[in-house]
């Protein structure tokens, strides 16, 4: 079964570096989101993208950061400045399309911030 | 009001149970819902598309009551393999994003 795959599986970073996560998402899939999870709360939203543009972001994702789609399959997040607050799993999910179409997702990156 | 509101956990049940978990939404145009079933520090993973008029997977099954603003997810016969955390989760279809609840946590002992 065709999977997300999500790299790296941790990443430790020093506060105040930049950080660039990445994701590979099912190849027919048109959807791209990146979600994140602070240890011990619920998953959250940060960003979806269509069509090379985001087309959704919440207010977590600030200047602080962007995504980008630099080629056919890859779909990264990068975050400048990190905090400690960043600490966090960051999920990768594609789908096929819209509203009912579920989404699937990576095994996350670990990022922690020292 | 939360988003998504979840019973709250653990469920501690013996193998062979049937648990019920429930769950509310806030947005009364969500047109999308999912049962997901999340493992300690792993990605979560779709368990079942709940559709309005209900639906089953083998032990596992969804209900949808929209008037309520309320989704249920039934599993019968559980199995220490269901052990995990049940994340309830809409799509507001506004851009596709997937709003979480803080999901219930079963427990299936032998």
């Known amino acids: 079964e065709p999977e997300v795959t999500q790299t790296p599986s941790h990443q430790v970073t020093q506060m105040g570096q930049e950080v660039i996560l990445r994701c590979v998402p099912i190849?027919?899939?048109?959807?791209f989101y990146w979600y994140r999870q602070i240890l011990g709360q619920k998953v959250e939203f940060l960003v979806s993208?269509?069509?090379?543009?985001?087309?959704?972001k919440s207010e977590i994702f600030d200047d602080q950061f962007s995504v980008e789609r630099p080629d056919g399959s890859n779909f990264t997040l990068k975050i400048r400045s990190t905090k400690l607050e960043d600490s966090a799993m960051y999920f990768c999910?594609?789908?096929?399309?819209?509203?009912?179409?579920?989404?699937?997702f990576g095994d996350g990156t670990r990022l922690s911030i020292l | 009001r939360k988003e998504v509101e979840q019973d709250p956990g653990p469920f501690n049940v013996p193998e062979g149970a049937t648990v019920a978990f429930n769950c509310t939404y806030s947005?009364?145009?969500?047109?999308?819902f999912f049962w997901y079933r999340q493992d300690c520090r792993k990605e979560p993973k779709l368990l079942m598309s709940?559709?309005?008029s209900g639906n089953e997977d083998g032990r596992f099954t969804a209900q949808l009551n929209r008037a309520s603003q309320y989704i249920s997810l039934l599993i019968r016969d559980s199995k220490l393999s269901d052990s995990a955390t049940y994340l309830c989760v809409v799509n507001d279809n506004q851009g596709g994003k997937l709003i979480f609840g803080q999901g219930t946590e079963l427990s299936v002992k032998p």
């Open positions: 709940v559709y309005s």
């Open positions: 190849s027919n899939h048109l959807y």
């Open positions: 947005n009364s145009a969500s047109q999308s």
């Open positions: 993208f269509y069509n090379n543009e985001i087309s959704e």
């Open positions: 999910a594609s789908s096929q399309g819209f509203g009912n179409q579920p989404q699937h």
